[in-house]
């Protein structure tokens, strides 16, 4: 079938969806679910015969939009926080996972940075964290605790502190998405070169395994969580950017909610993030290795499967339920 003919076959069909979703008139869940698997069946149909066209992602918009009404008035789903955690934010994640995919590489590639960098010119580390805190470092390596620096402070003194701080990282990424993305990519590269040059400066004195054992420890949760957020502004900065079919402010409106719910969604990593380091990061020089790697491990699993892994979980679940073309 001809897409012209598709679409004007389907037509009204589709705007009885858009009234049942935007219209006042209010539809049970029952008969939205209904309205559902008829609009994943034309959907299935224009991804496979016409991939490329704008009615692919009209028809995904709509979708898209049905289903999280369906969950918005699902009987038996009561819980707000819940639904937004479980089922909102990782679809969310899903439809926009080349953002994801994109902060993660340029993580990967800053970080890269940051370690040649330091390689190549002993002055860089200090350049980027500063003299006062690379003497302070080599100090504490002498003493033969290279993390020493985190029994300094109270452990709530610490918590609270530095994950304010995160928190503030976090919402600056997200924020300056607006401009493109460019905002958002520079605090990513900021962040992640810090964090190269950082780690290449204990492998030159030769206790990188020690400030792994202790870093790593917060360091899981708290760097997965400001790459997420990037990614959360790389979606805010795409909006406005790549509009397709919708204006550019409804675009924006509609990028801005999406990001806001994906670093909304890393504020309880960041915060457990914050917690492990006041109170559990100061004590890895004498914890058993098992603990650390149990902790490091275990807190590594949780983010990664919560963001890389559950979405598309998720996505299956629903598919999986829904008649093929």
């Known amino acids: ?51 490329k066209s704008k009615t692919v992602v009209y028809l995904n918009h709509l979708a898209s939009i049905t289903y999280q009404k369906i969950y918005k008035t699902k009987r038996e789903e009561t ?9 909102e934010v990782p679809l969310i994640v899903y439809q926009n996972r080349r953002y994801m995919l994109y902060a993660f590489a340029l993580f ?14 002993e002055t860089f580390t200090r350049l980027i964290v500063g003299d006062a805190y690379v003497n302070m470092t080599l100090e504490n390596i002498e003493k033969g605790n290279p993390v020493a620096v985190y029994k300094s402070g109270s452990n709530w003194g610490s918590a609270i502190g530095i994950t304010l701080n995160n928190l503030r990282v976090g919402a600056t990424s997200f924020v300056l998405g607006v401009f493109g993305g460019v905002g958002t990519v520079y605090i990513l590269f900021k962040n992640s070169v810090m964090l190269g040059s950082f780690q290449y400066f204990f492998y030159e004195h030769g206790v990188l ?52 719910k994906v670093w909304f969604s890393t504020i309880p990593f960041t915060i457990a993030a914050g917690l492990l380091e006041g109170f559990v990061t100061r004590y890895s020089p004498d914890m058993p290795l098992w603990l650390n790697l149990l902790i490091i491990l275990g807190t590594l699993a949780a983010i990664s499967y919560y963001y890389l892994v559950y979405p598309f979980i998720l996505n299956h679940k629903i598919k999986k339920y829904v008649p093929t073309v």
């Open 1 to 51: 079938m001809r897409e012209v003919a598709f679409i004007k076959q389907n037509k009204e069909k589709w705007l009885e969806f858009e009234q049942a979703i935007f219209g006042k008139a209010k539809k049970n869940p029952d008969e939205l679910a209904s309205l559902y698997i008829h609009l994943i069946n034309d959907l299935s149909f224009a991804q496979t015969y016409y991939p």
């Open 209 to 260: 395994w020690k400030s792994v054992r202790g870093i790593w420890i917060h360091g899981c949760m708290e760097i997965f969580a400001i790459v997420v957020e990037a990614g959360a502004g790389l979606m805010f900065g795409a909006s406005l950017l790549f509009p397709k079919t919708f204006s550019r402010m409804a675009s924006l409106k509609n990028g801005f909610k999406n990001g806001l």
């Open 108 to 121: 990967f590639v800053f970080t890269f940075i940051g370690v040649i960098s330091a390689s190549k010119d």
């Open 79 to 87: 819980n707000r926080i819940v639904r937004f955690f479980k089922t």
